[in-house]
């Protein structure tokens, strides 16, 4: 039998932890043989509901769940785990400034990063899902100079998902058969969604949607405003999709993407396609043996060409917020 692999999730009781707790301990993030001890962190004004889903938890009684750690102690959260999903965060809230919720994320960023830097397994991976993600993955990495930067990820697979999932039901194709559209940059409405490259069963996504406008313009728009969407419809974000995502970039990390197949990740920028180096930004990735790679070679067209620049300019001047927020 396998070792149990620890995970932590931060933010566990809230609505997105809410979701992923029980696909983890189903083994979907990491295999149906895989078992797991959950590590839950939440801030003690969630410790009666945080002890409320470990409740939960154990009634669920899930084959594969070999312990639960539900605290409010950073360190003990963090202790010996092999996984760290990270979902806690301070949300932003109306009329607050751009900068004060920035500068709340990057003190808990901060601390958190040095929690996980001295009491994590080594080689521990860590993925960032609260906003603003790729700025949170950034003070984690540049405040844990021992972990390596690789293993320091965000997540934009559930606008990868999102793109999947608008071709689908614009050709009326299985999800499933829908591969390769990119996220590019920021998790954010700059985020560039990218079919160029995308295919149904081998065929370009372009030639068989036949219509630039809407691939250039409201297909775009639709992903980059889908959060919002939800929203408005469900009066609370995205929390199952977002759930949903987590594990499968977990999943394809870890376990590999299928050959042939890319999928989008957030990761530390070494400059490839001139997307700014040293932000976390969104690239093309292939998987294999635990490590991530970015796609290389992809012919990029001028509107392409200027999507991608925006996004990354976005990405530099938060950069730059959240280092004015550290002195
Ligand atoms: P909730 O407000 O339901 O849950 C957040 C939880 O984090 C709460 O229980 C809160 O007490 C806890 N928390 C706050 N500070 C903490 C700290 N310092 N340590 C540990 N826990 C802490 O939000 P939810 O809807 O679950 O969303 C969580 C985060 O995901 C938000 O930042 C949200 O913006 C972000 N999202 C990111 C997405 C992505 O694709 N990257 C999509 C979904 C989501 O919007």
Redo the contacts with the bound molecule.
């Keep these: 039998a396998k070792e149990p692999v620890r995970v932590l999730v931060?933010?566990?009781?809230?609505?997105?932890?809410y979701a992923l707790v029980p696909m983890i301990a189903r083994g979907i993030m990491l295999g149906a043989d895989q078992p797991v001890i959950l590590h839950m962190?939440?801030?003690p004004?969630?410790a009666e509901?945080l002890n409320g889903v470990r409740m939960e938890l154990v009634d669920a009684a899930f084959p594969l769940l070999k312990g639960v750690v539900a605290t409010t102690d950073?360190v003990e959260a963090c202790t010996g785990v092999n996984v760290a999903v990270m979902?806690?965060?301070?949300?932003r809230k109306e009329g607050m400034e751009r900068k004060d919720v920035m500068s709340k994320n990057v003190s808990?960023y901060k601390s958190?990063a040095s929690a996980l830097e001295q009491h994590a397994a080594p080689n521990c991976k860590v993925l960032v899902?609260?906003?603003p993600?790729n700025t949170n993955a950034l003070i984690l990495k540049e405040f844990a100079p021992s972990i390596p930067a690789k293993n320091i990820t965000?997540?934009?697979r559930?606008?990868h998902n999102r793109a999947l999932g608008q071709i689908s039901e614009r050709l009326n194709v299985q999800v499933s058969d829908v591969k390769n559209v990119i996220i590019w940059g920021n998790?954010s409405s700059t985020q560039y969604p990218d079919v160029n490259h995308a295919t149904v069963r081998d065929k370009p996504v372009r030639e068989l949607v036949k219509d630039d406008e809407w691939l250039n313009g409201e297909f775009i728009t639709t992903v980059q405003q889908r959060?919002a969407a939800i929203i408005k419809a469900r009066k609370?974000?995205?929390?199952l999709s977002?759930a949903s995502?987590a594990c499968d970039h977990i999943r394809d990390w870890v376990l590999g993407t299928p050959e042939g197949t890319w999928v989008s990740m957030g990761v530390y920028s070494d400059g490839s396609y001139n997307a700014p180096a040293g932000v976390i930004y969104s690239f093309p990735v292939t998987c294999k043996n635990g490590e991530w790679t970015i796609v290389q070679g992809l012919a990029i067209d001028e509107f392409s060409r200027k999507k991608l620049e925006l996004t990354g300019a976005e990405l530099t001047e938060e950069k730059e917020l959240a280092y004015s927020c550290l002195s």
């Excluded at 979902?87 to 949300?91: E, K, Q, Y």
Aim: proline share 5%.
């Design positions: 931060t933010g566990a009781a809230g609505q997105i932890g962190l939440d801030i004004p969630a509901a950073v979902v806690g965060g301070f949300p808990i958190q899902v609260a906003n993600a965000c997540l934009t559930l606008d998790h959060g609370l974000s995205s929390a977002a995502a």
